[in-house]
């Protein structure tokens, strides 16, 4: 089993609509977790950090967490066109506080 | 400005030869990490450091090497035994001191090609 997994996607919305973006891993006691968004041939960039169980929210996104469950998720509000990219999602590992893995991301499209 | 450099921007590689990727970093982040990331791929870890003189094998360390004398350098060799390098190679660096631990911060990537 992967450590982190998301569906590749990818994952096509209208302009305006939501977009919700999913996550599930492996290592129970993982502590830290965070979306990153890529652009084609760019470096990913930090959305959003999310650290304790439940909703957190910076403007049209919002992180969503369930330790129980191992899931996270991300949501666009409001999805624009320049919203369209990669988006990774990343866990910090227990055993080691700063050893953090990436899922394979999802590639959204947001259309006008 | 703060940030994490990594030159060259573009690396072209021949057969059996070794290159080394440089990374930089000015926001005093202890921990540096080394990924490589294959078109339509996550990341994996090559290497990471926590602490200068330190360092620790990711998934794929085979064909690579690092070291960290300085706090602010964490450069990448792809020595000859690497059979596949082309691919899209990305440093960052995030702070060793937190909890929970904090997020880290990329360069803008070094883009290797074997020719």
């Known amino acids: 089993q992967k450590e982190v997994e998301q569906n590749s996607g990818p994952l096509s919305v209208p302009e305006g609509a939501i977009a919700s973006l999913n996550c599930t891993y492996s290592d129970r006691v993982s502590q830290s977790f965070f979306w990153y968004r890529q652009y084609s041939g760019k470096s990913p960039e930090l959305i959003m950090s999310i650290y304790s169980n439940g909703d957190k929210e910076d403007g049209r996104f919002t992180a969503q967490l369930n330790k129980a469950s191992q899931y996270v998720s991300l949501l666009i509000r409001d999805s624009q066109p320049s919203d369209s990219a990669t988006y990774l999602c990343?866990?910090?590992?227990?055993?080691?506080?700063?050893?953090?893995?990436f899922g394979a991301g999802t590639r959204l499209t947001v259309k006008p | 400005d703060g940030g994490i450099t990594q030159s060259p921007k573009y690396l072209f590689r021949k057969e059996g030869q070794n290159v080394t990727l440089s990374c930089e970093q000015n926001?005093?982040?202890?921990?540096m990490y080394w990924y490589r990331q294959d078109p339509g791929q996550g990341l994996r870890l090559i290497y990471y450091?926590?602490?200068?003189?330190?360092?620790q094998k990711g998934d794929i360390a085979e064909g690579y090497s690092v070291s960290r004398e300085k706090k602010e350098s964490f450069p990448l060799t792809v020595t000859s035994a690497q059979k596949n390098p082309t691919a899209f190679y990305l440093c960052?660096?995030?702070?060793?001191?937190?909890?929970?631990?904090?997020?880290?911060?990329f360069g803008q990537g070094t883009r290797l090609t074997v020719v």
């Open positions: 450091s926590q602490i200068v003189n330190d360092f």
């Open positions: 990343a866990v910090t590992i227990s055993y080691n506080n700063n050893d953090m893995r």
């Open positions: 960052a660096s995030s702070i060793v001191v937190s909890t929970p631990p904090g997020e880290a911060f």
């Open positions: 926001l005093n982040h202890d921990a």
